[in-house]
């Protein structure tokens, strides 16, 4: 392992963060860009995440602990994501998070980008978007940017624009969705991108029936009761490719 911080971790914890990197990949949500992490499972003001690298690449090695600030822990770090501050400003504003991913997965961009849309739950499997997820502008905190949320500054008005939400669009670049678990993070990237497709697909035919208020929170509750069936077909797919 990279990191001697890492030392005292349950391997399993490790197995299943690369898991989900390339989880992610398989399913087409990350492509040689995204990133995902989970909060250190003994101390809340760490959080572990691969190093700069495709995460379809990501191997336990290539684990590494960030604090709070997005700091990496431990003596001669390798090179960190840029926007590694996405994950320390919501595990902060958030003590509820525990695992967060930020992606680039196409259908979901146009919600970000275009005046009015909103990225709304139409199927039971997306039910955790609810009736709205909210979007970030980056422009309000940085007028002129790159596009990525690469300062303390930055990952912490995302974080405001996330709230209580359980995933935030970010204009012109992706999404970020947070989770209780690293499993529930991974389901909910995937599905976001399987919603917004069904979505864009419903808008060609008419004005979708999105689920109600009640409809979304009731099929979340049932879907978070089922997420390791999804996991372990998930896991095995990447195992045997």
């Known amino acids: 392992m990279t990191n001697r911080a890492l030392a005292d971790i349950d391997p399993a914890v490790i197995d299943d963060l690369v898991d989900a990197n390339h989880i992610l990949y398989n399913e087409g949500v990350v492509d040689g860009f995204g990133h995902i992490s989970v ?19 990501v191997t336990a090695a290539d684990i590494m602990t960030i604090d709070l600030d997005s700091n990496p822990v431990g003596p001669n770090p390798p090179a960190s994501y840029a926007e590694r501050f996405i994950h320390g400003e919501i595990y902060r504003a958030r003590p509820d998070v525990m695992a ?10 146009p919600f970000g980008i275009v005046p009015g849309a909103t990225l709304r739950a139409v199927s039971h499997m997306g039910a955790f978007i609810g009736d709205g997820a909210p979007v970030f502008e980056i422009r309000d905190t940085a007028p002129a940017s790159d596009m990525l949320v690469r300062t303390p500054e930055l990952g912490k008005a995302l974080a405001k624009s996330l709230g209580r939400f359980n995933i935030v669009l970010m204009r012109g670049h992706g999404s970020t969705v947070a989770g209780a678990t690293l499993r529930q993070a991974v389901y909910r990237a995937i599905y976001a991108e399987w919603n917004a497709k069904l979505q864009l697909d419903a808008l060609r035919l008419g004005s979708p029936i999105y689920l109600t208020r009640e409809e979304a929170e009731g099929a ?12 372990h077909l998930w896991k095995r797919a990447v195992r045997e490719s």
Do not use: E, G
Request: proline share 10%; no cysteine; net charge positive.
């Open 39 to 57: 909060r250190h499972p003994a101390n809340p003001n760490h959080f572990l995440i691969a190093r700069s690298m495709a995460p379809a690449l």
């Open 100 to 109: 967060v991913s930020h992606s680039h997965s196409p259908s979901v961009i």
């Open 220 to 231: 979340a509750r049932a879907n978070d009761a089922a997420i390791d069936r999804a996991w």
